[in-house]
């Protein structure tokens, strides 16, 4: 399947991209350079000098040009070639490499990879729960061998939890929650809330829930395209109401690299008002999660992706579940925004 082009995909966290360093990364198929120019703002470049297609990440970021390091071809924060240390100095027309629109926001660095006209601010997601002003971040990052859509199927059907994280962020009251699917224009929220639970020891400790209580839980999950998720999870005590209990953000955010790769960019966010409390919880709270992540999550991807390989998914016919509902909703708005922008561009030409 085509990738969805005109749309804010995640390239990090912001903190990743620290001035005057060059970091590569690939984003559907492409090879970007990433770099935080002199004023503090995002970068983006083709990451290919037009001359013998060298990474420019390999060459030397100074004054926001990047000079490659293989005949010091210099490259502007637009893309544009402005020094050619050979011969009369004149720069050929086709010297010059593809600028993406970036934004810093909520912690992330966004990349627009479609048409650059298009790329408003304003249609990048609210991820404000995961504002490093606003809140102490627990970060984290896997690169998983396998395509974004498993992700979204994932994060948006947690009946999983029970079954795959049984020792860790499930239970058996999980798969009989009850479970609400909306969707409000682009957006889909996939819901699910148990009752009566007892929750593992380690989730006790880790979220402040006195050992033994039985609590009603809530695990609310939003998407929007390509697949980035921001998951409420929280917990009261059984019959209690939401608002006498207590919830924590994570992220789960995803961008194709690949059709059969995806980075995948968790956090877990608690409120500045804990203090310090709050940054140790973010800290704790992120190691213990990588675990179960790395260990059973991305395993169980990966194995799905070996064997549905380049088939389409839907060819597959795959079985629905009650849990499903989510996933299907994500699956189809996604496909139905690819398409229309597919035809949308008819017989322009496509993005290069
Ligand atoms: S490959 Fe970049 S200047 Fe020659
Ligand atoms: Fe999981």
């Known amino acids: 399947m085509a ?3 005109n749309c804010w995909y995640i390239a990090g966290w912001a903190d990743e991209l620290i001035e005057g360093q060059l970091l590569a990364r690939t984003f559907l198929n492409e090879q970007v350079v990433l770099f935080r120019d002199s004023k503090g703002a995002l970068q983006a470049l083709q990451d290919r000098c037009p001359h013998r297609f060298v990474p420019l990440h390999l060459g030397r970021l100074e004054n926001d040009r990047i000079q490659c390091a293989y005949h010091g071809l210099s490259f502007d924060c637009s893309g544009a070639c402005v020094h050619n240390p050979h011969g009369n100095g004149a720069i050929p027309k086709a010297a010059r490499v593809r600028a993406y629109p970036m934004h ?18 304003a249609l990048i997601s609210d991820f404000s729960p995961m504002d490093p002003e606003m809140a ?20 948006l059907d947690l009946s999983h939890i029970e079954f795959l994280h049984g020792n860790s962020l499930g239970s058996a009251a999980v798969a009989q929650g009850i479970i609400e699917v909306a969707q409000d224009g682009d957006t889909v929220y996939s ?3 148990t ?10 400790r880790l979220r402040g829930i006195p050992a033994g209580q039985r609590v009603d839980r809530w695990l609310d999950v939003r ?6 998720m921001l998951l409420n999870s929280g917990y009261t005590a059984s019959g209690q109401l939401r608002s006498e209990g207590r ?3 994570v992220a789960h955010v995803f961008t194709p690299q690949t059709e059969a790769t995806t980075h995948y960019w968790f956090g877990i966010a608690f409120p500045k008002a804990l203090g310090e409390e709050g940054a140790r919880l973010a800290q704790d709270n992120i190691e213990w999660l990588r675990q179960p992540f790395t260990t059973e999550d991305l395993p169980m991807l990966e194995a799905q992706q ?3 390989g380049s088939q389409n998914f839907w060819d597959l016919k795959p079985v629905l579940l009650a849990s499903d509902g989510g996933a299907v909703r994500a699956r189809r708005l996604l496909e139905k925004m690819i398409k229309a922008e597919q035809e949308a561009m008819g017989d322009q030409p496509k993005i290069a």
């Open 195 to 204: 009752h009566d639970e007892q929750l593992t020891a380690d989730l006790e």
């Open 104 to 121: 810093e926001r909520h912690g992330f660095a966004w990349i627009w990879m479609g048409q650059p006209e298009q790329a408003d601010p």
């Open 223 to 228: 998407w929007n395209a390509p697949a980035n």
């Open 3 to 5: 990738f969805l082009r």
């Open 191 to 193: 819901k699910r809330t």
């Open 247 to 249: 919830s924590v953000y």
């Open 136 to 155: 102490y971040i627990g970060k984290s990052y896997l690169l998983v061998n396998a395509n974004y859509a498993l992700e979204t199927d994932n994060i």
């Open 306 to 308: 070996a064997v549905i």
